[in-house]
């Protein structure tokens, strides 16, 4: 039963246009939700993470919006650039119930075309 | 320039055989996670420790996985005996606990991984 979903297995966006990762969670419970990334052999690395108080983070290029009504949370990427192309993964925790444990979504593929 | 180690980064063996994959946490961190990244089931939490106590090992399987803190400093995650489906990739994470009432930026910090292939 998978509580975090990333339907997408990859995505391709050109260089400069708008990439946008969508993760469905069933959890109503979790009430914070983070984004990593990986690039091949490494592990994955933290990217931006919002609280179920709010509906909007922004970090430089990366937004990310939750819908919590929806249970639907999503990573915008604007501009993509060729670099951004890796591994990302959506995440969830519910932290009274479960602490510090992190839920993974299976991850989608972005690749950046130059 | 703090970071999770892990070794052995690629492990080959045989069916049967015993592995272990071992991790440093950062310096400071109290919290220690098990993951297992497989190409079907992305990131699966298998075990997770906070002051080298085991809080959830839920998601493994008990009868060949072990997971332990022998110090601070070191997690090590056993399988005894390996099976082919064992085939991933392992990461450890460390972290401290999300404050009270607050949320801390970043949670967990993972390491590079340990490829493991079963034959």
């Known amino acids: 039963d998978q509580q975090v979903k990333q339907n997408s297995p990859s995505l391709s966006v050109q260089e400069g246009r708008i990439s946008i990762l969508n993760c469905d969670y069933t959890?109503?419970?979790?009430?914070?939700f983070l984004w990593y990334k990986k690039y091949p052999a490494e592990g994955p690395t933290f990217l931006i993470s919002i609280s179920s108080i709010k509906d909007k983070n922004e970090d430089g290029r990366f937004t990310v919006f939750l819908n919590k009504s929806a249970k639907h949370l999503s990573l915008h990427i604007v501009p993509s650039q060729p670099g951004d192309s890796a591994v990302y993964f959506c995440?969830?925790?519910?932290?009274?119930?479960?602490?510090?444990?992190?839920?993974f979504g299976a991850g989608t593929i972005l690749r950046v075309k130059s | 320039d703090a970071r999770v180690t892990q070794t052995p980064r690629h492990k080959v063996t045989e069916m049967g055989q015993e592995v272990t994959m071992r991790c440093q946490p950062i310096?400071?961190?109290?919290?220690v996670f098990w993951y297992r990244q497989t190409m079907m089931q992305g990131l699966e939490l298998l075990a997770y420790f906070r002051n080298r106590a085991p809080l959830d090992d839920s998601g493994m399987p008990k009868d060949r996985f072990s997971a332990e803190m022998p110090d601070a400093t070191l997690a090590t995650l056993k399988i005894q005996p390996s099976e082919p489906r064992d085939s991933a990739v392992y990461f450890c994470?460390?972290?401290?606990?999300?404050?009270?009432?607050?949320?801390?930026?970043?949670?967990?910090?993972f390491g590079p991984g340990t490829r493991l292939l079963v034959l």
């Open positions: 994470a460390s972290g401290l606990p999300l404050a009270s009432g607050r949320f801390s930026k970043e949670t967990q910090y």
């Open positions: 959890n109503s419970m979790f009430d914070y």
């Open positions: 995440a969830a925790s519910a932290r009274r119930e479960y602490g510090n444990k992190l839920v």
């Open positions: 310096l400071g961190h109290n919290t």
